[in-house]
């Protein structure tokens, strides 16, 4: 059956080799002669031919049967970092070489494009220009932007514009704002991206956006974070109680929103895939591997020994991804 993989990554060379020489992170450095972007203290992303190399990348897409791919810019952060218009501006290039390898890889990759978020009206034309232009199908954000969580009030005039255009937004997570005990690469892969994404999901739920904007979708990368996993522990908590003497103005119940996510199959045990299944039903998953990063074989194995009918298995494979991103069946 065929397959569309809805997270699945590149990276603009050309950004990668701009970040050279920052003092700041993140700051790229030479590696054997190319290049490793350090994020954050003892955290780097090394230098993966097959996230610049389209040909390589795509030998690997079609071993796993994978039709199409959709692309994102594959590092945990956004050009967002770097502030004002020099963020715009990259959020511009980096959208730009994206469209130019759908272009020369027909029918293979379309795209989720990248925001820099350093001006609220040049963001919202950039989405613009991703959508009706540049004929992306979504936009990627991350779990937290320029140093702010993600509900913040910067940031609201973009997501309430992309809701208004009626496209999916891939939420994928971030280096967390506080790091502490995340001292190690294993501890922010394992735990700290996920719980930074689970954290603003649920930022954005509580701040009443899904309300002003329902047409505004969400994809949680990496199956979601924890939030399938706690569903019940955030509806308990998300209603008034003696603990909890304010909770959210909500127009309905946080359950309801929860189960209005989207999430991928990026996770590496059964269990994790079975959770998310049961908890938010065959109609919201969406096939992901993060190639080429950790064990992108996997998340098929997982579909494939998932327990569901076969209906369920091309939903997740391809037929929720044609529907969301309005792709051809």
Not at 5 to 33: E, M
Not at 35 to 41: F, K, P, Q, R, S
Not at 277 to 287: A, I, R, S
Request: with cysteine; charged share 20%.
């Amino acid at each position: 059956m065929p397959r569309i993989d809805i997270h699945t990554h590149f990276q603009c060379l050309d950004f990668v080799k701009h970040l050279l020489g920052r003092s700041a992170f993140p700051r790229s450095v030479l590696d054997g002669g190319t290049y490793a972007v350090e994020c954050a203290a003892g955290f780097r992303v090394p230098p993966l031919p097959k996230i610049i190399d389209m040909d390589a990348k795509l030998r690997d897409l079609e071993a796993m049967d994978i039709a199409v791919s959709v692309l994102s810019h594959g590092l945990p952060l956004g050009p967002d970092v770097l502030g004002e218009a020099e963020a715009d501006d990259w959020a511009m290039r980096i959208n730009d070489d994206l469209a130019r390898i759908i272009a020369a890889y027909t029918g293979k990759f379309v795209g989720f494009g990248t925001i820099g978020f350093g001006n609220p009206q040049r963001a919202i034309a950039e989405v613009d220009r991703c959508i009706t232009q540049l004929g992306f199908k979504g936009i990627q954000i991350f779990s937290n932007i320029a140093g702010k969580l993600l509900d913040a009030a910067d940031h609201r005039p973009v997501l309430q514009h992309i809701g208004r255009m009626g496209v999916p937004v891939h939420l994928h997570p971030a280096m967390p704002l506080a790091q502490a005990g995340l001292d190690s690469p294993g501890l922010a892969l394992s735990i700290g991206f996920p719980y930074d994404a689970s954290l603003n999901a649920l930022r954005l739920i509580h701040s009443g956006v899904f309300d002003e904007h329902p047409g505004l979708t969400l994809i949680v990368a990496h199956t979601g974070g924890v939030l399938p996993y706690l569903k019940g522990r955030i509806e308990a908590y998300g209603r008034s109680s003696p603990l909890i003497t304010e909770p959210p103005r909500l127009s309905r119940p946080i359950g309801d929103y929860l189960a209005n996510l989207y999430v991928d199959t990026v996770c590496y045990h059964s269990e994790a895939l079975a959770c998310c299944y049961q908890v938010l039903g065959p109609e919201h998953l969406l096939f992901g591997t993060d190639h080429p990063f950790g064990a992108y074989q996997v998340p098929a194995e997982l579909l494939e020994s998932l327990d569901c009918p076969s209906s369920h298995r091309d939903m997740i494979y391809h037929g929720n991804a044609e529907r969301l991103l309005g792709l051809p069946g």
